[in-house]
């Protein structure tokens, strides 16, 4: 008999759906469209922290290809990809599991390959996984592109010319090394049998993804329909299963975007856990996440946050971080060093 169907934000009708049908392209958008967006963006993100985007043109396709194309390279034996490790200073590369820790309590399982920048030649070789580079390119674009429209409608809102935020996240995986934006390729395996819950004294703790907060602008995330992913939304301290609606990408919003806000779009504390079920369990799960990061040294302009009508009040003192040049590396190298072990 099949397990009740889980209850999650999504089918509680708790996240807010935005459409991007009919918005142009990146180069000429709809700027009338552009500021729809931009005001169900703001909307959701300042209420709920998150919302699903629909008709954003990236074919489901294209990401089964590139699941199975993460999935050959972790069937690789451990020293063919010791050849990818992430380098640690532009942290392109393969990252194995337990590398990266969120909870030090728990084992985590995950397999990541982080791209952070277009070079065939920091891919793995054609022999290996062929058309790697091929299959994941034009979704990196297509992610790259994505976040430059979101950019776009944020900047309508925050009252910015089109072109404001886009300057300032100009470097998006470009080999330059002045913006750390990635591509992440997400594999979670099956969970060992051994974790067998409180009952065994010597049982192993797993877990996914340890809780934690992205530290980006904003994040954008496709997965496939297995589950796990897990919010708190902004003022509670429940955790709450997401929920997976077909074709959709998830938006949320990082540490960044809180900051030059002062937390009027909060960033949501994120995990992914084992889904309970014996079936469940001994699956696989496949995720895309790409982090968009501002350039390194970026200068964010100042940020007109809308509000409900309220009688005018002077800006605190600690908003004058919006007027300075807002170094992003310092922040970012902090939480990578929290990070990794």
Not at 20 to 46: D, Y
Not at 162 to 190: F, I, K, T
Not at 236 to 248: D, F, I, M, R, T
Request: with cysteine.
């Amino acid at each position: 008999m099949a397990s009740p169907q889980e209850e999650t934000l999504l089918a509680r009708c708790e996240i807010p759906i935005i459409d991007l049908a009919h918005i142009g392209t990146e180069i000429c958008p709809m700027k009338s469209v552009v500021r729809r967006i931009g005001q169900q963006l703001f909307a959701a993100l300042s209420t709920k922290g998150l919302a699903l985007l629909v008709n954003h043109g990236i074919a489901e396709e294209k990401l089964k290809t590139v699941y199975a194309d993460l999935d050959n390279f972790c069937a690789l034996p451990e020293g063919c990809q010791a050849q990818y490790l992430c380098n640690p200073v532009n942290k392109h590369g393969y990252v194995r599991p337990g590398t990266e820790q969120f909870d030090d309590t728990k084992k985590e399982l995950r397999h990541s390959f982080n791209i952070t920048t277009l070079s065939a030649a920091a891919m793995p070789a054609q022999e290996e996984v062929p058309d790697f580079p091929s299959h994941t390119f034009p979704l990196a674009h297509d992610l790259t592109n994505l976040s430059r429209v979101l950019l776009q409608a944020l900047a309508s809102v925050f009252g910015l010319p089109p072109s404001a935020l886009l300057a300032s996240h100009s470097g998006m995986l470009q080999s330059d090394g002045r913006n750390p934006s990635c591509m992440q390729l997400l594999y979670y395996p099956p969970v060992p049998p051994e974790d067998k819950g409180p009952c065994c004294h010597d049982a192993i703790a797993y877990t996914r993804c340890g809780a934690h907060s992205d530290r980006c602008t904003f994040t954008l995330v496709a997965q496939d329909s297995e589950g796990g992913l897990e919010v708190k939304l902004n003022g509670s301290e429940k955790w709450q299963a997401v929920g997976h609606l077909p074709g959709a990408i998830l938006v949320q919003t990082g540490e960044l975007l809180g900051s030059w806000t002062t937390n009027k779009l909060p960033a949501l504390m994120h995990r992914v856990v084992v889904p309970s079920g014996m079936y469940a369990r001994a699956r696989g799960r496949h995720c895309v996440a790409f982090f968009c990061h501002p350039d390194k040294d970026a200068t964010v302009p100042p940020l007109i946050i809308p509000l409900a009508p309220t009688p005018p009040v002077c800006a605190p003192p600690h908003l004058s971080l919006h007027h300075r040049l807002l170094n992003a590396a310092h922040h970012i190298q902090k939480r990578f060093r929290e990070t990794y072990a």
